[in-house]
């Protein structure tokens, strides 16, 4: 069977997927992509890319991400159905993420916030299974608006139990060494950027010479977090967001500053892509669930020295001085020490892009996912 996206034509960028068994099947891929996205984590540790703290960070947030596509599956699962209500359907971005759109998130969070209230208004599950059960054999009919119901529970129900990602994920803290003068925190946050409709996460290695430690710091922690989320959109440069952190906290040290975007994600069958991906994945003639392609892309900002500036008639502060790229002559335009991009995709794909071996390619890093769900790695 052929996955179709219907709704609205696709010269728009948005389409709604109105069709049962394409949203269905969309939140399948999505289930298989995230539950890769930890091995692949997994690997950067062993090679010694991330530390133990970084990847239990980022398999939270992945595990989060695959709530939230966990929790709108249970929304949107009698997509297509007649269930006795407008209800709409999930809307995507088919050109620049293959992700839902971030007006879905928003969404998401309003429904959090009354999800109590609207689980209390309606039966349980065993009272709504019940039911469902006498209308098949009691009428010998199809119980849609039933099972509407129970998805609408199932989804409210979601929102409350499950660890989700949410628009906006306030920045945490772990410590990572000192305990007076001088201690270093990871701190990390993550977003669903407007613009680019992708989950960003971001990891902050700080050090912290003030007097209180940073989280239990009643006037710094809440300003701190403040600035870092106002700051946290994908049209910003690091360079821009430390130098702007760094001055505006002068006993707090950017030492560290990482951006990863999880995405886009590219199917041949949902997304409108061109050049060397729309080949690969056309050519790859991929079964259900392996015709993907999703993009993993790193940037790391990292301190160069230190420099001491008078503030002041008595006083004098830090301030970083961070390392641009001096290798492609492009850190200034890049506001970044370094970045890579790495692709994760299945085997029959990747054989696909390693026959075609289109330009561009050989220094992007490949996370091969076998059919067992190992994760092999290869540039």
Known sequence: MTEVITGKDLAHDHVGLSDTESARRYFRKFEAITGHLGRVASEM????????NEVGVLSDY???????????GMKYLMTGRDTGTFFGSLAMDTTESGFPVFRELLTMGSDFAQASDH???????????DRMVGQIVGDLTIPTRLQFALSQRLYYEALLNDR??????????????????????????AVYDSQINLPVIYLLELEDSGRTALPKDVTRWPAAQAHLIAQSMAGLKLLTIAK?????????HPKRLRRFHVGPMYSSLYTRQVGPIHDVLTQA?????????????????????????RKGWFTSVERQ????????????????TRSERAIVLPQRPYQ??????????????????SSTGRVLTYR
């Not at 079964?287 to 940037?299: I, K, N, R, S, Y």
């Not at 001085?321 to 970044?336: H, I, K, N, Q, Y």
């Open 45 to 52: 540790e062993r090679e010694g890319t991330l530390t133990g």
């Open 62 to 72: 992945v595990a989060r991400i695959a709530g939230t596509f966990r929790a709108l």
């Open 119 to 129: 689980m209390a208004a309606m039966p349980d599950r065993a009272a709504l299974i």
């Open 164 to 189: 989700l990602f949410w628009a906006q994920n306030d920045p945490r803290t772990i410590w990572l060494s000192g305990l007076r003068d001088r201690r270093t925190f990871l701190v990390h946050w």
């Open 244 to 252: 702007g952190f760094d001055a505006d906290f002068d006993d707090l």
């Open 285 to 309: 003639h991929g079964a259900e669930g392996q015709d993907w392609c999703l993009v993993w892309t790193v940037e790391d900002l990292l301190s160069e020295r230190v420099e001491t500036e």
């Open 321 to 336: 001085v961070f390392a641009l790229d001096p290798f492609s002559g492009r850190g200034v335009d890049t506001g970044a």
């Open 352 to 369: 696909v892009l390693a026959e075609m071996n289109p330009p561009g390619f050989a220094g992007v890093r490949k996370f091969v996912v």
